[in-house]
């Protein structure tokens, strides 16, 4: 195996050993819960930002402050962190970009009471002029709790190296998304490349793809698999990724939250907190964000007409309201365009993939 690609793996299979190695250098860590958390503004302060996703783990303390019926996604985040998991972070930051997330922040208060909760609120309607300025008061409000939970202090002058290094690092991963269209790159690898992304600086990670890529180019295969465009959260259970590989299904393109939808908008206008909040007004196309015409389900079906999939997969998290919302219009748009669709339930609660397998099987078999 390649050494940036067994580099890649080990990262993102083990994200409790990367923390370690940052802690044991001296660093100062935050941890950052999804979907859209300011990264940006902790890379300046000089700490590490590590995303925090849950893991395909037994809940039982959680259960203490969810109903089941919840997504599993935070309720595996608040488990790790009762269980100590995310000992030595100095902070965890939670936005409001859905009700569950809103719950994680206000659990995490009690259940977690020796890492302190940053709430990071976003104004669902994000466009106007008053929206971006709410914006940066509350990336203010981010900065002042950072302060005074680690007694450092905010120097805005370092946002246009950090605006540099994570515009490189979208740029870099579109271009890894790019390339695995037409090489042979398995489910399981890309998945590697993506995740590991979330707990590494992104100047460390952007390197390792950079080699990869270049190793792609050099050495790798053409792909002969059937074309697929994933869309949902999450992709990220090993089981689940090994059954687009034994079925010969090459993922060509992604609209995952953890994967491709964090890469698709850079920073373009200055090196303040305004240039950041402007950012996330002009990113669309996302499940979590508010989008009354539903121009998400057009991009999705374009965007596998493009990479001229064969089929698109909906990785459906389950009990996640906003990507249940957006289903039907999208199974409607792929059924008018004549794409063939299927919808997978993913969550982090599943040990047995055989109903995914049997699914995925049909699936490819009708593509062919």
Known sequence: MWHCLETLKKVSVSPKEQLDKYLSEGKKVIAVAPVYTPEEIIHAFGFVPMGVWGADIEINE???????????I?????????????????????PSL???????????????????????????????????????????????????????????????KTY?????HNRVMRE???????????AADRSAV??????MLKEEHTELVKEFIELIKKEGKISKKLRVYTTGILAD???LLNIFDSNNLQIVGDDIAYESRQYRTDI?????????????????????????????????????????????????????????????PIKRAADEAGIPHINIEVDRQMKNYQQANTMLQTFADMLI
């Open 62 to 72: 959680s259960k203490k402050y969810y109903p089941a019926f919840i997504c599993s």
């Open 74 to 94: 935070m309720q595996t985040v608040l488990e790790l962190g009762i269980k100590g998991k995310y000992s030595g972070v100095s902070a965890i930051v939670v």
């Open 98 to 160: 859905c009700d569950s997330l809103k719950t994680l922040g206000q659990n995490w208060k009690y259940a977690v009471k020796d890492i302190p909760f940053i709430p990071m609120t976003y104004p669902q309607n994000r466009k106007p002029d008053y929206a971006v300025d709410f914006t940066v008061e509350m990336y203010k409000r981010v900065i002042n709790d950072l302060e005074n939970i680690t007694g450092e202090k905010f120097d805005e002058s370092k946002l246009k």
């Open 164 to 168: 540099e290094i994570y515009n490189e």
């Open 176 to 186: 890894f998304s790019k390339i695995s269209e037409d090489y042979e790159v398995s």
């Open 194 to 199: 993506f995740k590991s992304a979330w707990f």
């Open 237 to 239: 259970a090993p089981d």
């Open 268 to 328: 373009t206008n200055g090196n303040d907190l305004y240039a950041l909040a402007k950012k996330f007004s002009e990113m669309d196309n996302c499940s979590l964000l508010y989008d009354r015409d539903k121009k998400r389900v057009s991009f999705i079906i374009e965007e596998a007409k493009k990479k001229k999939a064969d089929g698109i997969v909906v990785l459906m998290t389950k009990f996640c309201d906003p990507e249940e919302f957006d289903y039907v």
